[in-house]
């Protein structure tokens, strides 16, 4: 008796062209022939799904789009990520067959960066236990430093999943959600299709309230440190003027080193930056990795609609607060506004100072090194600002 064939071709969107055309209609072709001379059922995975699939035919000079060309598609099936449990779960498996623990701290911040993701979990578990000299001791737990270092390899080193991840941002579609993002401002008549398209790549997740977000804390920080790489490669040689006879972070000296570098290499290197939108936010961000490189971190936080972005620079004992916002034509001047939010970000940190920075993209104004400016204002919360107009 014949038993029924189940074929599963992975990575089947690996294909391209003519190729992945000839495919698919061998597929359709052979359809009616189930369950004799044809496979039963197929399932065909990848990254995205066959309604995404854009096939630029050879033979026909012509760009096909899979789903309605094709039509051989019963039903999509999206791999979800884990549960809070179910990544705990996975984790308390490796204590059993090793007896090395995980702190509480340790799954918690697993849980927090990757929200489930089962390649971030697995690859974070993965580098904390099996790669770092302290984890491969199996009398050592597993703590939270190691988690938060094991995410800093995985992101320096670009490791396979996240460089794909990279790729995807050259995409048109791509870019056009998460541009406005990081930026903060509102994503307005955009496609349907492209939301459904970067949740499916699991680049976005539906939030409580509704609305989107950006997966999870690991792609938040890969997406910026990743468009800033181009221009973090273009900065010049920079001595760091901005420390201290102790190594320490002296915050005046970093505000006068940035005002140099802008005025000198702000116009060139806006160029350089691979969203024009948010090219000054990158080379803001690309100078501040060359502060904080080996010595230090930079966080980022940013939401749709808030039209700004904060970054927190930590170095040793120093943490410096700043904002980002951008001065667009026919918009009022967003000194006002940043105070406010700038108040609000800095009393999270429990600061009683820091950095506005407003870019002013008006058309019609001077070069970047005649409109460079610094002057002291006072926040409503009291709080001594930097405000910076570049």
């Known amino acids: 008796m014949e038993s029924p064939l189940v074929l599963l071709l992975d990575e089947v969107d690996a294909l391209v062209g003519d190729t992945l055309i000839s495919l698919l209609r061998q597929l359709r072709a052979g359809y009616t022939k189930r369950p004799h001379a044809f496979p039963c059922s ?75 993701q089962p390649w971030l979990v697995n690859a974070l578990a993965y580098q904390a236990c099996f790669r770092s000299p302290a984890g491969r001791d199996r009398t050592q737990p597993i703590d939270a430093a190691m988690i938060e270092a094991a995410k800093e390899h995985l992101i320096l080193n670009r490791v396979t999943h996240l460089d794909q991840l990279a790729d995807k941002l050259r995409e048109e579609r791509v870019r056009r959600i998460i541009e406005p993002m990081l930026a903060g401002e509102s994503l307005e008549q955009l496609p349907l299709s492209d939301i459904e398209y970067l949740t499916d790549l699991g680049l976005l997740r539906q939030r409580g309230g509704g609305g989107i977000e950006i ?68 080379v803001l961000m690309a100078f501040l990795h060359r502060v904080v490189n080996g010595g230090g971190s930079l966080e980022r936080e940013y939401a749709i609609g808030a039209g700004r972005m904060d970054l927190c620079l930590r170095y040793g004992t120093v943490t410096l607060g700043i904002e980002l916002k951008v001065w667009r034509d026919g918009r009022p001047d967003p000194l006002v506004r940043g105070l406010e939010q700038l108040d609000g970000y800095l009393a999270g940190l429990g600061l009683d100072g820091g950095w ?27 709080r001594c600002i930097q405000v910076i107009r570049a």
């Open 215 to 282: 997966a999870n804390p690991i792609y938040r920080e890969v997406l910026p440190r990743t468009l800033a790489l181009v221009p973090q490669a273009s900065l010049p040689s920079i001595s760091p003027t901005w420390l201290d006879d102790q190594g320490q972070l002296d915050l005046e000296s970093l505000l006068a080193a940035f005002l140099d570098f802008w005025r000198q290499h702000g116009e060139p290197l806006l160029k350089s930056a691979p969203y024009h939108e948010i090219a000054p936010h990158l």
């Open 356 to 382: 506005l920075v407003l870019f002013d993209r008006c058309s019609g104004q001077p070069p970047i090194a005649e409109r460079t400016s610094v002057a002291e204002a006072l926040s409503p919360e009291g």
């Open 42 to 116: 197929l399932v065909l995975c990848g990254v995205r799904d066959l309604r995404d699939y854009r096939i630029h035919s050879s033979a026909q000079q012509a760009i096909i789009t899979g789903g309605s060309a094709f039509n051989i598609k019963a039903e999509s099936l999206r791999l979800g990520d884990f549960s809070e449990t179910e990544t705990r779960a996975l984790l308390q498996e490796h204590t059993q067959e090793t007896g090395q623990v995980f702190t509480p701290e340790a799954l918690q911040q697993v849980w927090t960066l990757t929200q489930g």
